[in-house]
């Protein structure tokens, strides 16, 4: 599925005919096939797919952390071409274990230089938000799992918070957490107005969360398909149970467990 | 003898702090108290050796005769121990200083390190402290090459625990650090020095705990002051107390530099101990 944009200069995030392969022992492993993609201001669009089909190498390559071989991405009209365009969220918290969690929220502000007072009463503010008040001065290793996630969520909303790349936040948490925190992250998400990429193989987290699924096949990874999600965010957990909601969710799992 | 009751109550009478004072009293005993107990007995079997089978004061004093020589010689005993530590501490921060910076260019260059850290790796495993006679003879009976062989000794173990600990980062860390777009400098300052602190005060604790012995050993070669000159001139007189005395504080000035790096490492590095 190649999809050529009309408008080049259009605001949002555009990732147009990706391509990338990597060298491993001698051979060319082929990761990502002519992947294009639209993130629309203030959308939330989710990358489903097989585990290690090549969502995270996206995403990489849309943070800017690696190059692709061919294709573009644009973010609001302009090639993204280095690191530090859009907050980008690993998998794992990766929190700094010698800084507490203030020091670890603020780290944004402090590498671009502007950790005043200002940046310092936006943070404190923020951490009610999430949940984390009163826990300012905890070093992570004494935080809860859920905790952490969220305080690796506000640090990567401090350091941009208009474009969220999320590589598979909530995969590491338990069960429980995990549709804890996905009732809480379609709310914010609504709060903060962000446009937020979404990387996961969670086929219930990608219809409660987002506006648009896109489907991507097994390595090296195509889009297989483009789903639009019926209903408006924040979702209930309880909106996945709708007739149409149980179809989508049957179409996907269907495509993901067939192989293509 | 009491019944279980009556302990019971006993117990639970007293107010919560006393208590509390108890429990803690309690637990020190069993952390401390085996070690303790062992020492005691151990300088009480030597006191009894000594009093019983009649053995010389001039080839194994007495504990208590040590620690008269301690009381006895303290003004001599405090002069020469100044001296130690003094050229311990001058030799231990010299190393801190100039290993901390040869660490952090090993790390800004690949190619220095690929030079270097081979060879500062096999000079860890040389005991330094044999060079201490070409010490001698290159610079004299002063205070300069004791000051020498301790920042010498000491410099190995630092630079190389550092360099490993910078080196150990964790990629993830760094990549993430990428995303944020942060400067060379910043990733050294918030993610590889910290990462390296507790290896480098593993170094600096081994040593910080053996400087005092390089201290002595050089000053046994020949010098003019000193821990290790007040033993020789002590064993040449045959005035074993005071050997003895001497070694007391040569020990005691060891662990106390060990404590002070334990102490320093904990408030540095309060993330791993809390």
Not at chain 1, 65 to 90: C, F, I, K, N, Q
């Amino acid at each position: 599925m190649i999809r050529h944009s009309a408008h080049p200069q259009a605001p949002g995030l555009e990732v147009t005919d990706l391509n990338k392969s990597f060298l491993r022992r001698g051979d060319r492993l082929e990761v990502l096939r002519e992947v294009s993609l639209t993130v629309p201001p203030g959308g939330f669009i989710s990358l489903l797919g097989p585990s290690g089909c090549g969502k995270s190498t996206l995403l990489e390559i849309v943070a800017g952390l690696a190059s692709a071989d061919r294709g573009t991405v644009r973010l609001d009209g302009h090639e993204v071409r280095g690191a530090g365009a859009a907050g980008y969220m690993p998998q794992r918290d990766h929190l700094l274990p010698w800084r507490t969690l203030l020091q670890n929220v603020m780290l944004g502000p402090e590498l671009r230089g502007q950790s005043g007072p200002v940046a310092e009463q936006e943070a404190r503010e923020l951490l009610a938000h999430f949940g984390l008040a009163g826990f300012e001065a905890s070093y992570p290793a004494t935080l809860s799992g859920g905790m952490r996630q969220r305080a690796a969520l506000l640090r990567t909303v401090m350091y941009e918070p208009r474009w969220l790349l999320l590589d598979e936040p909530l995969s590491a948490l338990d069960a429980l957490t995990r549709l804890e925190l996905q009732d809480w992250l379609a709310r914010l998400v609504a709060t903060l107005g962000s446009s937020v990429l979404l990387v996961t193989h969670d086929t219930r987290e990608a219809l409660l969360l987002s506006d648009v699924i896109y489907l991507l096949s097994e390595r090296p990874a195509t889009v297989r398909g483009r789903f639009v999600v019926p209903g408006s965010r924040p979702r209930a957990a309880l909106e996945l149970t709708s007739p149409a909601m149980v179809q989508l969710e049957g179409a996907l799992m269907n495509a993901l467990l067939v192989k293509a | 003898m009491m019944t279980p009751n009556q302990t019971a109550q006993q117990l639970a009478a007293p107010p919560r702090r006393t208590a509390k004072l108890r429990t803690w009293l309690y637990q020190a005993l069993v952390r401390l108290g085996p070690a303790a107990l062992l020492g005691a007995l151990i300088l009480t079997a030597w006191q009894l050796y000594v009093t019983t089978s009649g053995v010389l004061p001039t080839v194994l004093p007495a504990p208590t005769r040590v620690a008269m020589a301690l009381y006895t010689n303290a003004e001599l005993l405090l002069q020469h121990a100044l001296v130690t530590l003094a050229q311990t501490a001058l030799g231990l921060a010299i190393a801190v200083v100039s290993a901390l910076i040869l660490a952090l260019a090993i790390d800004s260059f690949a190619l220095l390190r690929r030079a270097l850290y081979p060879w500062l790796v096999a000079f860890r495993t040389v005991p330094i402290i044999v060079l201490a006679p070409l010490m001698l003879i290159w610079f004299g009976f002063g205070m300069l090459p004791k000051v020498l062989l301790v920042s010498f000794f000491c410099f190995f173990p630092i630079v190389v625990a550092t360099a490993d600990g910078l080196a150990r980062s964790d990629p993830e860390l760094l990549k993430l650090l990428r995303a944020m777009k942060a400067s060379r400098w910043q990733v050294l300052r918030l993610v590889r020095w910290p990462t390296a602190l507790p290896s480098f005060f593993s170094g600096l604790r081994i040593a910080a705990a053996f400087s005092v012995a390089a201290s002595v050993f050089a000053e046994y070669v020949g010098g003019y002051a000193g821990l290790g000159v007040l033993m020789l001139m002590a064993t040449n007189a045959r005035a074993t107390p005071l050997v003895f005395a001497a070694v007391v504080l040569t020990a005691l000035a060891s662990f106390t530099l060990f404590a002070l790096v334990s102490v320093i490492e904990r408030r540095t590095v309060p993330w791993q101990h809390r």
